[in-house]
């Protein structure tokens, strides 16, 4: 199947620190990737789906100035979080889905884990 | 969004069979059920999707029921490594997948 990378697997920084996650798809074009966040013993939340060359779409509750979205690329999103906190520190995950019909199955990258101090 | 009930945790004996029950009654007549499932500390996996007939893959099988009001999915034989968080879904044309709590599947060797 077809594979999405996350880098970095696992962050620490400082409180009030801005700290970037790429999510890439490495063997296909995705014109929409989406972000989620896992906090422990919790599911999945997704917090915004990323269109490529356009602005991306939050979903309700979560801080568009605080979780910066970048798809610049066909097969690249950001994900940036400014100004980190403790209570950022989560599991974040990005997904893609490869061209086609929408209810296909996505693909979901390794996740990239958080920990603010 | 269409939701969808699956039991809180599950167990199962090693090399047996696995029935994943997920209820959906609220189902429209365009969403088309998916299964994922996440390993610890792994981001979520693609198992299976159907909409009307039952599917089989090399991973698992999906029954649907002919009202569609339910599904399950089914292991034929688990393994250790099938232990997971298994979450049943429904998508429609929208491209958002949205998790509900799934079930948590332990294995006993």
């Known amino acids: 199947g077809a594979v999405v990378s996350q880098h970095p697997s696992r962050v620490i920084c400082k409180s009030g620190t801005s700290v970037k996650i790429e999510c890439r798809s490495l063997d296909f074009q995705a014109t929409t990737m989406f972000w989620y966040r896992q906090f422990p013993k919790q599911s999945l939340m997704l917090m915004a789906t990323?269109?490529?060359?356009?602005?991306?779409?939050?979903e309700q509750g979560v801080e568009k100035d605080k979780f910066l979205i970048n798809h610049a690329s066909l097969t690249l999103s950001t994900l940036t979080v400014t100004s980190a906190h403790p209570e950022d520190s989560s599991f974040y995950i990005c997904s893609a889905r490869p061209p086609g019909l929408a209810y296909n199955e996505q693909f979901f990258g390794p996740g990239t884990r958080l920990t603010v101090l | 969004d269409a939701k969808t009930t699956q039991p809180n945790s599950m167990e199962s004996n090693e090399e047996e069979p696995v029935h994943l029950p997920c209820n959906h009654s609220t189902i429209s007549g365009t969403d088309y059920i998916h299964w994922y499932r996440q390993l610890p500390s792994q981001g979520p996996e693609y198992v299976i999707h159907?909409?009307?007939s039952n599917v089989n893959n090399r991973m698992a099988s999906l029954a649907i029921a002919e009202d569609r009001k339910s599904s399950t999915l089914i292991l034929h034989r688990a393994t250790l490594r099938d232990a997971a968080v298994y979450y049943c879904i429904l998508r429609d044309w929208d491209d958002k997948i949205i998790f509900g709590k799934g079930t948590r599947l332990h294995i006993l060797p």
């Open positions: 159907g909409l009307t």
């Open positions: 990323s269109n490529e060359g356009s602005k991306a779409t939050y």
